[in-house]
């Protein structure tokens, strides 16, 4: 959350680097292939537009054309490379060719999945038709891979013909037979466990739920979640291969527990109501919206979010929270009267935090003094005001991930490291009724659902997703996670697509990613586990002045209805519902009152 009016986020152009791509696998042009060996590309020529394609920012077009009618034409924008795949069947420990003609600057043709070692070929400057070459070798089970082509960050369009794979192509045999032995288990109030005998043949398993598929999973167990509670869900499992899809299992029904009986307990000792506001108040500078006095603040506010604590130099670790000057700030309380504020809200139900951070308050622990240092100091802050408990809102770059750090589980890096232990500590110094909050932005949470530090290769932005091992570690502990969503470019949702800010779509998707759980730099066998619904409350703009990717009250509404009710979800399907999602966050109450208080009545309304 920024002083000034946030500018939009960076692009994602220093996610990745051409070098960093080219050691994927690029290779020399090659034999021809066998003469037995096929084109198994679909459309390469892209004579039937996009058919058979993934290519959400692509089109076909009549000119430039290198053979045919049409080729592709793809525009990167500054978080998205423009990526066009599809996914072919192959036969496993067998030899491929695959090549493509593209135009362009810094233009890529490769392929993944290969069960050995994926490939890229790549071309810094195509001014004119380009032939791209390289070749792989499938692994002893592979029989799918995916080829692909992509652009380069904010680089312009590229264009790609006449794309082949050849190879010998895939067995397509039998689909498995039905998977026996489906068992529900572990209930709580938001998820049911299942488990399933192997199904000879099969590759992965489709759920179903009440008659729906749901997720595609690989293993023979799996965890449904986003569930109601004190509900009956009934469940099936189809098994998958190359040749088709089994009949379903026999059915088994689950019931969810109550919040109360038993399951997960949901609110646990957070003190909070059903669904709580929460609000940023500037209480250290007046920014464009005017200064608020806390005592001002309306009752519907049951978070309140003192900004800002910051750091004295970004390693130190050592907090300070000075209050707004009257300069700054006409009509500023006293010391004595804003504690006095604090202690009548507090009396009134409300929590208020201290949050540290911001656009301006860099905080890098570094090393285990300036972790220490980090406890002491939000501690005094604390105790002198009676806090409730603490935000973290750390931006910028205060989180990245050390280069080879790459299990969000199992974090290394020290300035990650540190900071899950001094939040560890500052929860055990004040007990269950210490109140911890995150607000971090997109960048670092849902984005790492593609890109996770600085990757394999080195050269990704090592801020990708480096806040999940501290959510993570904490989760437990964790009161609420508010991601802010906005100030935000592009972010791939768990659908595949890319979602923008500006309407609910983005908030749905955002926010059925943390419910859901979501696969960590794409890889299946490597998944954040989703977060209780009551942990969470979805970030957004209290007016246009203050963020982009303000919304308009009924697109919250929208917002709230696909989620807690699976209505108005437009185009993108969730993967649960959950009433219990806790509320909404807002930056800032200071700029709500600046625009008539909109936010807040848009939350009074839906919710009571």
Same mark, same amino acid.
């Given at each position: 959350?920024?002083?000034?009016?946030?500018?939009?986020?960076?692009?994602?152009?220093?996610?990745?680097?051409?070098?960093?791509?080219?050691?994927?696998?690029?290779?020399?042009?090659?034999?021809?292939?066998?003469?037995?060996?096929?084109?198994?590309?679909?459309?390469?020529?892209?004579?039937?537009?996009?058919?058979?394609?993934?290519?959400?920012?692509?089109?076909?077009?009549?000119?430039?054309?290198?053979?045919?009618?049409?080729?592709?034409?793809?525009?990167?924008?500054?978080?998205?490379?423009?990526?066009?795949?599809?996914?072919?069947?192959?036969?496993?420990?067998?030899?491929?060719?695959?090549?493509?003609?593209?135009?362009?600057?810094?233009?890529?043709?490769?392929?993944?999945?290969?069960?050995?070692?994926?490939?890229?070929?790549?071309?810094?400057?195509?001014?004119?038709?380009?032939?791209?070459?390289?070749?792989?070798?499938?692994?002893?089970?592979?029989?799918?891979?995916?080829?692909?082509?992509?652009?380069?960050?904010?680089?312009?369009?590229?264009?790609?013909?006449?794309?082949?794979? @050849?190879?010998?192509?895939?067995?397509?045999?039998?689909?498995?037979?039905?998977?026996?032995?489906?068992?529900?288990?572990?209930?709580?109030?938001?998820?049911?466990?299942?488990?399933?005998?192997?199904?000879?043949?099969?590759?992965?398993?489709?759920?179903?739920?009440?008659?729906?598929?749901?997720?595609?999973?690989?293993?023979?167990?799996?965890?449904?979640?986003?569930?109601?509670?004190?509900?009956?869900?009934?469940?099936?499992?189809?098994?998958?291969?190359?040749?088709?899809?089994?009949?379903?299992?026999?059915?088994?029904?689950?019931?969810?527990?109550?919040?109360?009986?038993?399951?997960?307990?949901?609110?646990?000792?957070?003190?909070?109501?059903?669904?709580?506001?929460?609000?940023?108040?500037?209480?250290?500078?007046?920014?464009?919206?005017?200064?608020?006095?806390?005592?001002?603040?309306?009752?519907?506010?049951?978070?309140?979010?003192?900004?800002?604590?910051?750091?004295? !130099?970004?390693?130190?670790?050592?907090?300070?929270?000075?209050?707004?000057?009257?300069?700054?700030?006409?009509?500023?309380?006293?010391?004595?009267?804003?504690?006095?504020?604090?202690?009548?809200?507090?009396?009134?139900?409300?929590?208020?935090?201290?949050?540290?951070?911001?656009?301006?308050?860099?905080?890098?622990?570094?090393?285990?003094?300036?972790?220490?240092?980090?406890?002491? !100091?939000?501690?005094?802050?604390?105790?002198?005001?009676?806090?409730?408990?603490?935000?973290?809102?750390?931006?910028?770059?205060?989180?990245?991930?050390?280069?080879?750090?790459?299990?969000?589980?199992?974090?290394?890096?020290?300035?990650?490291?540190?900071?899950?232990?001094?939040?560890?500590?500052?929860?055990?110094?004040?007990?269950?009724?210490?109140?911890?909050?995150?607000?971090?932005? @997109?960048?670092?949470?849902?984005?790492?659902?593609?890109?996770?530090?600085?990757?394999?290769?080195?050269?990704?932005?090592?801020?990708?997703?480096?806040?999940?091992?501290?959510?993570?570690?904490?989760?437990?502990?964790?009161?609420?996670?508010?991601?802010?969503?906005?100030?935000?470019?592009?972010?791939?949702?768990?659908?595949?697509?890319?979602?923008?800010?500006?309407?609910?779509?983005?908030?749905?998707?955002?926010?059925?990613?943390?419910?859901?759980?979501?696969?960590?730099?794409?890889?299946?066998?490597?998944?954040?586990?989703?977060?209780?619904?009551?942990?969470?409350?979805?970030?957004?703009?209290?007016?246009?002045?203050?963020?982009?990717?303000?919304? !308009?009250?009924?697109?919250?509404?929208?917002?709230?209805?696909?989620?807690?009710?699976?209505?108005?979800?437009?185009?993108?399907?969730?993967?649960?519902?959950?009433?219990?999602?806790?509320?909404?966050?807002?930056?800032?109450?200071?700029?709500?009152?600046?625009?008539?208080?909109?936010?807040?009545?848009?939350?009074?309304?839906?919710?009571?």
């Amino acid at each position: 959350m920024d002083r000034a009016r946030p500018p939009a986020r960076r692009p994602l152009a220093a996610l990745l680097t051409a070098t960093a791509l080219a050691a994927a696998g690029v290779t020399a042009l090659t034999p021809a292939a066998r003469a037995a060996d096929t084109d198994l590309a679909r459309n390469g020529g892209f004579e039937a537009g996009l058919d058979g394609w993934s290519c959400p920012a692509g089109a076909a077009v009549t000119s430039p054309v290198r053979s045919g009618t049409s080729a592709l034409k793809a525009t990167p924008a500054g978080s998205d490379n423009a990526r066009c795949a599809q996914t072919v069947t192959v036969r496993p420990d067998s030899s491929y060719t695959l090549s493509g003609h593209v135009r362009g600057a810094y233009v890529y043709l490769g392929a993944s999945g290969t069960g050995t070692t994926d490939v890229a070929a790549w071309t810094q400057s195509a001014p004119d038709w380009q032939k791209l070459t390289t070749t792989f070798r499938t692994g002893p089970s592979t029989t799918r891979v995916t080829i692909y082509t992509h652009g380069w960050y904010g680089t312009g369009a590229y264009h790609a013909d006449d794309i082949t794979l @050849t190879g010998p192509g895939g067995e397509t045999g039998q689909p498995p037979a039905p998977p026996t032995g489906l068992t529900a288990s572990g209930a709580t109030s938001t998820s049911v466990s299942l488990s399933w005998s192997p199904a000879a043949g099969a590759t992965s398993y489709a759920v179903h739920r009440d008659g729906a598929a749901i997720r595609t999973v690989t293993g023979t167990s799996t965890t449904v979640t986003g569930l109601s509670p004190s509900t009956a869900y009934a469940f099936q499992v189809s098994a998958l291969n190359d040749a088709g899809e089994s009949a379903r299992s026999a059915t088994v029904t689950a019931t969810t527990t109550t919040p109360d009986s038993g399951g997960d307990s949901g609110d646990g000792d957070s003190g909070l109501p059903a669904h709580a506001l929460v609000g940023y108040l500037h209480a250290s500078f007046a920014n464009g919206s005017g200064y608020t006095r806390l005592a001002d603040v309306p009752d519907s506010w049951d978070v309140i979010d003192l900004a800002f604590g910051e750091p004295t !130099s970004v390693t130190s670790g050592d907090i300070r929270f000075e209050r707004c000057p009257a300069a700054e700030c006409p009509g500023v309380e006293s010391d004595a009267e804003f504690k006095a504020a604090i202690a009548a809200k507090q009396a009134a139900g409300k929590k208020v935090l201290i949050s540290i951070g911001g656009q301006n308050g860099q905080v890098r622990l570094t090393t285990t003094a300036a972790r220490d240092t980090f406890v002491s !100091s939000v501690s005094r802050i604390i105790d002198a005001y009676g806090l409730d408990g603490l935000d973290i809102d750390f931006e910028g770059h205060s989180l990245s991930l050390d280069t080879g750090d790459t299990d969000f589980r199992n974090p290394k890096t020290p300035v990650i490291v540190n900071l899950i232990s001094a939040l560890k500590t500052l929860k055990a110094r004040y007990g269950d009724d210490f109140v911890l909050t995150m607000a971090p932005e @997109t960048f670092f949470v849902q984005l790492g659902h593609q890109f996770y530090g600085s990757g394999p290769w080195g050269g990704q932005d090592p801020r990708a997703g480096a806040y999940l091992p501290v959510i993570h570690a904490l989760r437990d502990d964790l009161t609420l996670l508010h991601v802010q969503d906005y100030n935000s470019g592009p972010i791939m949702g768990l659908d595949g697509q890319y979602h923008s800010m500006g309407g609910a779509d983005f908030h749905i998707a955002m926010t059925d990613m943390l419910l859901t759980g979501f696969p960590v730099a794409g890889d299946a066998d490597n998944v954040f586990p989703p977060l209780r619904p009551d942990q969470v409350a979805i970030g957004m703009p209290a007016t246009v002045n203050a963020g982009n990717g303000h919304v !308009s009250p009924a697109e919250v509404t929208k917002t709230l209805n696909c989620l807690t009710k699976r209505t108005d979800c437009g185009s993108y399907a969730t993967h649960g519902t959950w009433p219990s999602l806790r509320g909404l966050m807002t930056w800032s109450i200071n700029w709500d009152r600046f625009g008539g208080w909109e936010f807040q009545r848009t939350f009074d309304g839906y919710f009571g």
